[in-house]
């Protein structure tokens, strides 16, 4: 048996805040890309002040002969004057180390694309926005429970649901020659990677929300937006991935034939909201899933300290450990949270007190206790 339910603590903003494009603000377009790319960054400037420290000597060590070498030679071999001497005695032996230092500032290609992916993210955000006003539902930079994946977009409608993911890729997208593995490729280079990913971006958003809503049959399209690419087509499908340019992609949506009734989209976007959270740095502070075991050595642990009146000195390790648990079980992308509101259908007997007390009130109790 699993429990869910919220965070017991939201901050200090109470309310969703409400960002540029709708929906709360953590529901933002390239959201955890761009989080990627401070992160990566981040990581790579730490890696670059390390390395620093023991290549800036190193080439000064090594400067330093060659720079008094050249500098005799300028002095005794040209016969120029001492100053001349030591100017380039001081260009070789601060220039080296300067060269190095400035060769270790070049851009990283992999941390670029990170940026690169979250502005086309940012710029498919913007485009697809005007679909609102046809009664379509978007959602950006959304989780994949299982998996370090997000979707870009999820857009719901009467069309039936858009999984939809941006390339930045530049140049112009052409079908591959009959015969190769790769189905499409921009200026030479092979589309393959972004496709695959496409797909099974929308294999698992098709499987989730039919098991989720067996009543209703629901269409889902994985598409493929190249932002800053040519397509020389309005519209194509490679390997069931619709592969299509920025600058057609909402004629597409909006092409596409009436599959939902309204009171359908509603549910599907309810049901999709639930299966795909936003994209979130802390997951923790979302919600967290436990199962029996877990919830009940939690309750116990909470039990002992009540009645210790709070002291919980011999049981910081029970607790640490529960919580490394609720960590790696939110990595992981399951929901998390500690249930708070369960009724009284839903609560067995294990889940009650020796004297009567449910969970809830334990909680709060020592909760207020700590507030004390």
Known sequence: MASTTKSLTRGPLRG???GPFGGDTRDRPGYSLQMAYQRAR???????????AHTV?????????????????????????ISIAV???????????????????????????????????RKTASAINRLRRYGYVIMHDRRVPGSEATIGHLLVG???????????????????????????????QPLTQPLDLTKWLGDEVRARTRT????????????????EAGVLWSDG?????????????????????????????????????RLFPTYSL????????????????LMDTLRTIRERGGDATDMVDRVMKIESDLARLAEAGGRSAIPTGRTDDDRGDDDRDDDGDDDGDLINELTGMTDA
Do not use: C
Request: charged share 25%; net charge positive.
């Open 87 to 121: 100017a380039v005695f001081l260009l070789i032996e601060l220039g080296w180390p300067l060269i190095v230092i400035g060769r270790s500032f070049d851009p990283v290609a992999e941390i670029e694309t990170l940026r690169e992916s979250a502005d086309a993210e």
């Open 237 to 273: 499908a490679v390997e069931g991935v619709t592969l299509i340019s920025l600058k057609d992609l909402v004629s597409y949506v909006r092409g596409r034939p009436d599959r939902l009734n309204p009171a359908e989209v509603t549910k599907v976007v309810a049901v999709v909201q």
């Open 57 to 81: 000597p190193r080439a000064a060590l090594r400067a330093f002969p060659i720079a008094v070498i050249f500098a005799v030679l300028v002095a005794s071999g040209l016969r120029l004057s």
């Open 158 to 188: 009467p069309g039936g649901v858009m999984v939809i993911k941006s390339d930045a890729s530049t140049g112009t997208v052409r079908y591959a020659k009959a015969g190769t593995k790769d189905g499409a490729k921009v200026d030479g």
């Open 16 to 18: 969703p805040l409400r």
């Open 42 to 52: 981040e990581q790579h400037a730490q890696m670059r002040r390390e390395r620093l």
């Open 212 to 227: 989720a809503t067996p009543m209703i049959k629901i269409p889902v399209t994985p598409i493929l937006a190249m932002v």
């Open 282 to 297: 802390n997951q923790l502070a979302d919600s967290v899933t436990v199962d029996r075991d877990q919830w009940l050595t």
